[in-house]
Nanobody, 121 residues
Framework: QVQLVESGGGSVQSGGSMRLSCAVS?????MGWFRQAPGKEREGVAA???????SYADFVKGRFTISIDNADNALYLEMAKLKPEDTAMYSC??????????????????WGQGTQVTVSS
């Protein structure tokens, strides 16, 4: 059983930075960050697998960085140059299998409860 607990959300002004953390227990192979804004579908933000390969949605490339700290059993999302349109509930997800599309939410079995990120203009 995989358990995920996010932390680090909050409010920030446009152009600011924020780091999200996800405490992980259990074996995982693929991990990702996803977000869902009110009235919109959940979308993939960034993903990483145990081999170290990363993938990013086009709308965060150059601004967000995903990483894993194996010593701390934690997944991170460093967010910079935040924009109001980045406002959403951010969730981490994990799966012990290789996934065909690591940015597709429906691929993942395990989810955290989410943490709200609000970017004001």
């Amino acid at each position: 059983q995989v358990q995920l607990v996010e932390s680090g959300g909050g409010s920030v002004q446009s152009g600011g930075s924020m780091r999200l953390s996800c405490a992980v227990s259990g074996y995982t192979y693929c991990m990702g960050w996803f977000r869902q804004a009110p009235g919109k579908e959940r979308e993939g933000v960034a993903a990483i697998n145990s081999g170290g390969s990363t993938s990013y949605a086009d709308f965060v490339k150059g601004r967000f960085t995903i990483s894993i700290d194996n010593a701390d059993n934690a997944l991170y999302l460093e967010m910079a140059k935040l924009k109001p349109e980045d406002t959403a509930m951010y969730s981490c997800a994990a799966d012990p299998r290789w996934l065909r599309n690591e940015l597709r939410p429906s691929e993942y079995r395990y989810w955290g409860q989410g943490t709200q990120v609000t970017v004001s203009s």
